[in-house]
C-alpha cells in the first residue's frame, strides 16, 4: 500500500507563488504515474498537473499551463507543484494521487479515475 502526504499549502496574495510537496511511502515503483487534483467547494474535483515516474512526461490541465510546474524525486519518493503566478480561482484543496498503473498512459491519465492512492489533501487560498 502507498500512503501520501501533502504539505506546502496557505493563504497567499495573487500573483505569488507556492509549491507542494507530496511524500510516498510504501511500495512504490518508477512505473506509478503521479498526479495533482484540486476542488473548490462546491465544485468538481479536477485535474491539475500529472508525471510518469518512469518515463518523466508531464500533463497539464489548461488553465494551469505556464503557471504550474510539476516534478519529482524518485530517490525521495515525493511530488511537487510549483504554482507561479496564483489566481483567486485557484483557490482549493489540492491533492496528489498515485496510479499503479501509469505506465500505460502517455501522457500520464487526467481523470481521477485511474489514480489509485490519494493524500489527505492541503487547503490553497488564494486572496485578490
Known amino acids: 500500500q502507498v500512503q501520501l502526504v501533502e504539505s506546502g499549502g496557505g493563504l497567499v496574495q495573487a500573483g505569488d507563488s507556492l509549491r507542494l510537496s507530496c511524500a510516498a511511502s510504501?511500495?512504490?515503483?518508477?512505473?506509478?504515474?503521479m498526479g495533482w487534483f484540486r476542488q473548490a467547494p462546491g465544485k468538481e474535483r479536477e485535474f491539475v498537473a500529472a508525471i510518469s515516474w518512469n518515463g518523466g512526461t508531464t500533463s497539464y490541465a489548461d488553465s494551469v499551463k505556464g503557471r504550474f510546474t510539476i516534478s519529482r524525486d524518485i530517490a525521495k519518493k515525493s511530488v511537487y507543484l510549483q504554482m507561479n503566478s496564483l489566481k483567486p480561482e485557484d483557490t482549493a484543496v489540492y491533492y496528489c494521487?498515485?496510479?499503479?498503473?501509469?505506465?500505460?498512459?502517455?501522457?500520464?491519465?487526467?481523470?481521477?479515475?485511474?489514480?489509485?492512492?490519494w493524500g489527505q489533501g492541503t487547503q490553497v487560498t488564494v486572496s485578490s
Open positions: 510504501g511500495r512504490t515503483f518508477s512505473s506509478y504515474a
Open positions: 494521487a498515485a496510479d499503479r498503473e501509469g505506465s500505460r498512459w502517455y501522457p500520464p491519465a487526467a481523470f481521477s479515475s485511474a489514480y489509485d492512492y
